[in-house]
Protein backbone atom coordinates (compact mmCIF):
# COMPACT_ATOMS: atom_id res chain seq x y z
CA UNK A 1 0.00 0.00 0.00
CA UNK A 2 1.58 3.37 -0.64
CA UNK A 3 1.26 6.09 1.82
CA UNK A 4 0.73 9.28 0.65
CA UNK A 5 2.97 11.99 2.33
CA UNK A 6 3.32 14.49 -0.09
CA UNK A 7 0.06 16.99 0.16
CA UNK A 8 0.03 17.26 -3.69
CA UNK A 9 -0.39 13.16 -4.21
CA UNK A 10 -3.47 13.26 -1.84
CA UNK A 11 -6.51 11.97 -3.59
CA UNK A 12 -9.26 14.88 -5.26
CA UNK A 13 -11.65 14.29 -3.15
CA UNK A 14 -9.43 14.69 0.50
CA UNK A 15 -8.66 17.99 -0.89
CA UNK A 16 -12.05 18.94 -1.78
CA UNK A 17 -12.96 17.40 2.08
CA UNK A 18 -10.34 19.69 3.58
CA UNK A 19 -11.35 22.30 1.47
CA UNK A 20 -14.84 22.17 2.31
CA UNK A 21 -13.84 21.55 6.33
CA UNK A 22 -12.64 25.09 5.75
CA UNK A 23 -15.60 26.16 4.25
CA UNK A 24 -17.67 25.17 7.03
CA UNK A 25 -15.32 26.22 9.72
CA UNK A 26 -15.46 29.72 8.74
CA UNK A 27 -19.37 29.65 7.49
CA UNK A 28 -19.61 28.80 11.86
CA UNK A 29 -17.18 31.92 12.68
CA UNK A 30 -19.34 34.74 10.58
CA UNK A 31 -22.72 32.53 12.11
CA UNK A 32 -21.47 33.22 15.38
CA UNK A 33 -20.41 37.31 14.72
CA UNK A 34 -24.09 37.71 12.83
CA UNK A 35 -25.76 36.16 15.65
CA UNK A 36 -23.85 38.31 17.97
CA UNK A 37 -24.98 41.03 16.29
CA UNK A 38 -28.32 40.27 15.83
CA UNK A 39 -28.54 39.71 19.59
CA UNK A 40 -27.52 43.21 20.17
CA UNK A 41 -30.03 44.18 17.65
CA UNK A 42 -32.88 42.11 18.88
CA UNK A 43 -32.19 43.58 22.73
CA UNK A 44 -32.34 46.77 21.24
CA UNK A 45 -35.48 46.71 20.13
CA UNK A 46 -37.01 44.45 22.72
CA UNK A 47 -35.65 47.47 25.44
CA UNK A 48 -38.91 49.25 24.69
CA UNK A 49 -41.21 46.97 25.63
CA UNK A 50 -43.29 48.42 28.57
CA UNK A 51 -42.78 46.55 31.65
CA UNK A 52 -46.91 45.20 31.36
CA UNK A 53 -45.61 43.57 27.82
CA UNK A 54 -42.42 42.24 29.49
CA UNK A 55 -44.57 40.60 32.17
CA UNK A 56 -46.90 39.18 29.80
CA UNK A 57 -44.53 37.18 27.50
CA UNK A 58 -42.85 36.03 31.05
CA UNK A 59 -45.93 34.28 32.35
CA UNK A 60 -46.55 31.29 30.93
CA UNK A 61 -49.37 30.44 28.91
CA UNK A 62 -51.16 28.93 25.84
CA UNK A 63 -50.95 32.48 24.21
CA UNK A 64 -47.27 33.13 24.76
CA UNK A 65 -45.81 33.61 21.75
CA UNK A 66 -42.60 31.22 20.98
CA UNK A 67 -39.16 33.08 20.63
CA UNK A 68 -39.59 33.37 16.49
CA UNK A 69 -42.86 34.75 17.17
CA UNK A 70 -42.09 37.54 19.52
CA UNK A 71 -39.53 38.40 17.02
CA UNK A 72 -41.85 38.57 14.30
CA UNK A 73 -44.14 40.65 16.25
CA UNK A 74 -41.66 43.54 16.39
CA UNK A 75 -40.58 43.16 12.56
CA UNK A 76 -44.30 42.97 11.56
CA UNK A 77 -44.71 46.36 13.27
CA UNK A 78 -47.76 44.79 15.64
CA UNK A 79 -45.66 45.53 18.22
CA UNK A 80 -44.35 48.94 16.79
CA UNK A 81 -41.16 50.38 17.97
CA UNK A 82 -40.50 54.03 18.47
CA UNK A 83 -37.53 54.71 16.12
CA UNK A 84 -36.88 57.46 18.54
CA UNK A 85 -36.14 55.08 21.67
CA UNK A 86 -33.37 53.16 18.84
CA UNK A 87 -29.73 54.69 18.38
CA UNK A 88 -29.20 55.26 14.68
CA UNK A 89 -27.69 52.27 13.83
CA UNK A 90 -30.26 50.45 15.61
CA UNK A 91 -32.88 52.80 13.95
CA UNK A 92 -31.24 51.99 10.42
CA UNK A 93 -30.96 48.12 11.33
CA UNK A 94 -34.56 48.00 12.13
CA UNK A 95 -35.85 49.67 9.01
CA UNK A 96 -33.87 47.47 7.15
CA UNK A 97 -35.17 44.53 8.59
CA UNK A 98 -38.60 45.83 8.44
CA UNK A 99 -38.84 46.36 4.25
CA UNK A 100 -37.54 42.81 3.83
CA UNK A 101 -39.96 41.07 6.20
CA UNK A 102 -42.74 40.11 3.35
CA UNK A 103 -46.06 38.61 4.59
CA UNK A 104 -44.44 35.30 3.00
CA UNK A 105 -41.64 35.28 5.35
CA UNK A 106 -43.72 36.07 8.35
CA UNK A 107 -46.00 33.66 7.38
CA UNK A 108 -43.77 30.72 6.47
CA UNK A 109 -41.91 31.64 9.97
CA UNK A 110 -44.83 30.97 11.90
CA UNK A 111 -46.02 27.91 10.17
CA UNK A 112 -42.22 26.16 10.82
CA UNK A 113 -42.51 27.23 14.62
CA UNK A 114 -46.09 26.04 15.16
CA UNK A 115 -44.76 23.19 12.98
CA UNK A 116 -46.38 23.10 9.79
CA UNK A 117 -44.15 24.48 7.80
CA UNK A 118 -40.60 22.92 6.56
CA UNK A 119 -37.10 23.85 6.84
CA UNK A 120 -36.55 23.97 2.74
CA UNK A 121 -39.78 25.30 1.85
CA UNK A 122 -38.49 27.98 4.90
CA UNK A 123 -34.85 28.13 3.31
CA UNK A 124 -36.03 28.80 -0.50
CA UNK A 125 -37.94 31.94 1.06
CA UNK A 126 -35.31 33.07 2.50
CA UNK A 127 -32.61 32.68 0.19
CA UNK A 128 -32.56 35.97 -0.89
CA UNK A 129 -33.07 37.61 2.55
CA UNK A 130 -30.84 35.27 5.25
CA UNK A 131 -30.01 38.62 7.27
CA UNK A 132 -33.80 38.16 8.32
CA UNK A 133 -32.57 34.93 10.11
CA UNK A 134 -29.40 36.12 12.08
CA UNK A 135 -32.36 38.53 14.54
CA UNK A 136 -34.32 35.30 15.45
CA UNK A 137 -33.08 33.35 18.62
CA UNK A 138 -31.25 30.46 17.49
CA UNK A 139 -33.51 27.69 17.65
CA UNK A 140 -32.47 24.40 15.96
CA UNK A 141 -35.43 24.71 13.54
CA UNK A 142 -33.58 28.49 12.58
CA UNK A 143 -30.41 26.98 12.67
CA UNK A 144 -31.46 24.43 10.00
CA UNK A 145 -33.54 26.77 7.69
CA UNK A 146 -29.78 29.22 8.21
CA UNK A 147 -27.67 26.25 7.26
CA UNK A 148 -29.95 25.20 3.92
CA UNK A 149 -29.65 28.88 3.47
CA UNK A 150 -25.77 28.13 3.21
CA UNK A 151 -25.45 25.35 0.99
CA UNK A 152 -28.43 26.81 -1.42
CA UNK A 153 -25.51 30.23 -1.46
CA UNK A 154 -22.42 28.00 -1.33
CA UNK A 155 -22.39 25.04 -2.95
CA UNK A 156 -20.41 24.50 -5.81
CA UNK A 157 -22.34 23.49 -8.78
CA UNK A 158 -19.79 21.19 -10.28
CA UNK A 159 -22.14 18.94 -11.33
CA UNK A 160 -26.45 18.19 -10.96
CA UNK A 161 -26.18 15.26 -8.65
CA UNK A 162 -30.24 14.60 -9.38
CA UNK A 163 -28.97 13.65 -12.82
CA UNK A 164 -26.12 11.24 -11.41
CA UNK A 165 -26.78 7.85 -13.43
CA UNK A 166 -25.91 5.79 -9.99
CA UNK A 167 -27.64 7.04 -7.00
CA UNK A 168 -26.44 6.29 -3.48
CA UNK A 169 -28.31 4.62 -0.78
CA UNK A 170 -28.91 7.83 0.61
CA UNK A 171 -30.43 9.22 -2.12
CA UNK A 172 -32.42 7.12 -3.09
CA UNK A 173 -33.93 6.80 0.69
CA UNK A 174 -34.03 10.86 0.61
CA UNK A 175 -35.83 10.71 -2.94
CA UNK A 176 -38.81 8.62 -1.69
CA UNK A 177 -39.23 10.95 1.57
CA UNK A 178 -39.14 14.56 -0.83
CA UNK A 179 -39.87 13.66 -4.31
CA UNK A 180 -37.07 16.75 -4.68
CA UNK A 181 -34.55 16.94 -7.21
CA UNK A 182 -32.54 19.87 -5.07
CA UNK A 183 -32.28 17.12 -2.49
CA UNK A 184 -30.87 14.55 -4.52
CA UNK A 185 -28.68 16.76 -5.83
CA UNK A 186 -27.39 17.83 -2.60
CA UNK A 187 -27.01 14.41 -1.62
CA UNK A 188 -24.91 13.28 -4.62
CA UNK A 189 -21.18 12.10 -4.58
CA UNK A 190 -20.99 12.64 -8.14
CA UNK A 191 -21.75 9.38 -8.65
CA UNK A 192 -18.24 8.50 -6.68
CA UNK A 193 -16.25 10.71 -8.21
CA UNK A 194 -16.27 12.37 -4.55
CA UNK A 195 -15.99 9.38 -2.86
CA UNK A 196 -18.15 7.02 -0.45
CA UNK A 197 -17.59 9.07 2.87
CA UNK A 198 -19.06 12.11 1.22
CA UNK A 199 -21.65 9.78 -0.35
CA UNK A 200 -22.76 8.84 3.32
CA UNK A 201 -21.85 12.16 5.20
CA UNK A 202 -24.43 14.84 2.82
CA UNK A 203 -27.60 12.20 3.32
CA UNK A 204 -27.23 12.11 6.82
CA UNK A 205 -26.60 15.68 7.15
CA UNK A 206 -29.70 16.80 5.00
CA UNK A 207 -32.12 13.89 7.53
CA UNK A 208 -30.94 16.50 10.21
CA UNK A 209 -31.27 19.52 8.21
CA UNK A 210 -34.71 18.88 6.99
CA UNK A 211 -36.28 17.53 10.23
CA UNK A 212 -37.00 14.27 8.65
CA UNK A 213 -38.50 11.96 10.96
CA UNK A 214 -36.15 9.13 12.47
CA UNK A 215 -39.04 6.98 12.12
CA UNK A 216 -40.32 8.06 8.34
CA UNK A 217 -36.27 7.30 7.65
CA UNK A 218 -36.80 4.07 8.97
CA UNK A 219 -39.84 3.13 6.76
CA UNK A 220 -38.48 4.60 3.61
CA UNK A 221 -35.76 2.31 4.14
CA UNK A 222 -37.60 -1.23 4.94
CA UNK A 223 -39.95 -0.04 1.74
CA UNK A 224 -36.69 0.02 -0.48
CA UNK A 225 -35.46 -3.36 1.20
CA UNK A 226 -39.12 -4.76 0.09
CA UNK A 227 -38.61 -3.47 -3.94
CA UNK A 228 -35.16 -4.90 -3.72
CA UNK A 229 -37.14 -8.12 -3.20
CA UNK A 230 -39.12 -7.28 -5.49
CA UNK A 231 -36.84 -6.76 -8.39
CA UNK A 232 -35.46 -3.20 -8.08
CA UNK A 233 -31.31 -3.69 -8.50
CA UNK A 234 -28.87 -2.62 -6.04
CA UNK A 235 -25.27 -3.06 -7.25
CA UNK A 236 -22.66 -3.38 -4.20
CA UNK A 237 -18.77 -1.41 -4.10
CA UNK A 238 -17.42 -4.71 -6.64
CA UNK A 239 -19.87 -3.54 -9.30
CA UNK A 240 -22.04 -7.13 -8.68
CA UNK A 241 -25.73 -7.16 -8.36
CA UNK A 242 -27.16 -8.30 -5.08
CA UNK A 243 -29.76 -11.18 -6.17
CA UNK A 244 -32.82 -10.66 -5.07
CA UNK A 245 -33.00 -13.68 -3.01
CA UNK A 246 -30.02 -12.43 -0.60
CA UNK A 247 -32.18 -9.69 0.59
CA UNK A 248 -34.21 -12.46 2.43
CA UNK A 249 -31.03 -12.13 4.97
CA UNK A 250 -30.26 -8.50 4.57
CA UNK A 251 -31.91 -4.79 6.18
CA UNK A 252 -31.13 -1.57 5.81
CA UNK A 253 -30.97 0.44 9.13
CA UNK A 254 -29.89 3.92 10.16
CA UNK A 255 -26.76 4.29 12.23
CA UNK A 256 -27.19 7.17 15.46
CA UNK A 257 -26.14 9.88 12.80
CA UNK A 258 -29.14 8.67 10.37
CA UNK A 259 -26.23 7.41 7.81
CA UNK A 260 -28.13 4.14 6.31
CA UNK A 261 -26.47 1.26 5.97
CA UNK A 262 -27.30 -2.43 4.74
CA UNK A 263 -26.32 -5.25 7.28
CA UNK A 264 -27.20 -9.20 7.58
CA UNK A 265 -30.00 -9.84 10.09
CA UNK A 266 -29.04 -10.98 13.26
CA UNK A 267 -25.59 -9.16 12.98
CA UNK A 268 -24.94 -7.10 15.96
CA UNK A 269 -21.85 -5.53 14.28
CA UNK A 270 -22.05 -2.16 12.48
CA UNK A 271 -20.04 -3.03 9.71
CA UNK A 272 -22.10 -2.88 6.40
CA UNK A 273 -22.74 -6.27 4.68
CA UNK A 274 -22.66 -4.62 1.37
CA UNK A 275 -20.40 -0.99 0.95
CA UNK A 276 -21.20 1.60 -1.42
CA UNK A 277 -24.68 0.38 -3.02
CA UNK A 278 -26.03 2.40 -5.44
CA UNK A 279 -29.16 2.00 -7.81
CA UNK A 280 -29.25 3.23 -11.20
CA UNK A 281 -31.10 5.96 -11.04
CA UNK A 282 -33.54 4.89 -14.11
CA UNK A 283 -34.56 1.91 -12.39
CA UNK A 284 -35.45 4.12 -9.06
CA UNK A 285 -37.64 6.67 -11.20
CA UNK A 286 -39.38 3.69 -12.57
CA UNK A 287 -40.37 2.28 -9.11
CA UNK A 288 -40.83 5.85 -7.41
CA UNK A 289 -41.84 8.28 -9.97
CA UNK A 290 -41.61 12.13 -9.58
CA UNK A 291 -45.05 13.70 -7.70
CA UNK A 292 -47.48 14.53 -9.79
CA UNK A 293 -47.67 18.29 -7.33
CA UNK A 294 -46.19 21.12 -9.13
CA UNK A 295 -42.60 21.20 -6.82
CA UNK A 296 -41.08 24.72 -6.71
CA UNK A 297 -37.62 26.85 -7.58
CA UNK A 298 -35.88 30.21 -6.44
CA UNK A 299 -37.25 32.65 -9.38
CA UNK A 300 -33.67 34.03 -10.11
CA UNK A 301 -35.38 37.09 -11.08
CA UNK A 302 -37.14 37.62 -7.75
CA UNK A 303 -36.92 41.24 -6.54
CA UNK A 304 -37.71 40.73 -2.68
CA UNK A 305 -39.93 44.28 -2.41
CA UNK A 306 -42.39 42.86 -5.18
CA UNK A 307 -43.17 39.16 -5.07
CA UNK A 308 -43.21 36.12 -3.67
CA UNK A 309 -39.93 34.39 -3.88
CA UNK A 310 -41.39 30.83 -4.83
CA UNK A 311 -42.62 30.04 -8.48
CA UNK A 312 -44.68 26.62 -9.41
CA UNK A 313 -42.10 24.46 -11.43
CA UNK A 314 -44.00 23.18 -14.40
CA UNK A 315 -44.38 19.37 -14.74
CA UNK A 316 -42.86 20.16 -18.37
CA UNK A 317 -39.77 21.72 -16.61
CA UNK A 318 -39.62 18.60 -14.41
CA UNK A 319 -39.93 16.68 -17.46
CA UNK A 320 -37.27 18.00 -19.54
CA UNK A 321 -34.87 18.17 -16.82
CA UNK A 322 -35.36 13.99 -16.15
CA UNK A 323 -34.36 13.88 -20.04
CA UNK A 324 -31.35 15.88 -19.74
CA UNK A 325 -29.93 12.38 -18.29
CA UNK A 326 -28.92 11.70 -21.76
CA UNK A 327 -26.23 14.62 -21.43
CA UNK A 328 -25.22 13.98 -18.11
CA UNK A 329 -20.96 12.31 -18.32
CA UNK A 330 -19.28 10.22 -15.61
CA UNK A 331 -15.66 10.64 -15.39
Not at 2 to 15: C, F, G, Y
Request: glycine share 4%; proline share 7%.
Amino acid sequence: MKIVTDQSEQPENASYAQAKGRKILDQLRERQVRLEQGAEIRAALEKPYSAQSKEAQAAPSPETPGPIAAMLELLSGRNAVDLADLSEAAARKYTALKSAFTPERETALRDLESGKGSTLATARIFRAAPHLLDVLADTPLVRKVWELVQIMLNAPEKWNGYLDKYWTLGQTILWDLTRDPWVVHQASNDSGGEGEMFGEIMPAILIDLLNLQREDVQDAARKLRRRCLNGLTAIDGQNRSIPEIEWRHLKIVLHTDNTPYIVRRGQSSTVPAYPDVIFLRDDVLRELPPALVEPTYIDPDYDERSGEALRPWPMVEAINLDRQIDTNTID
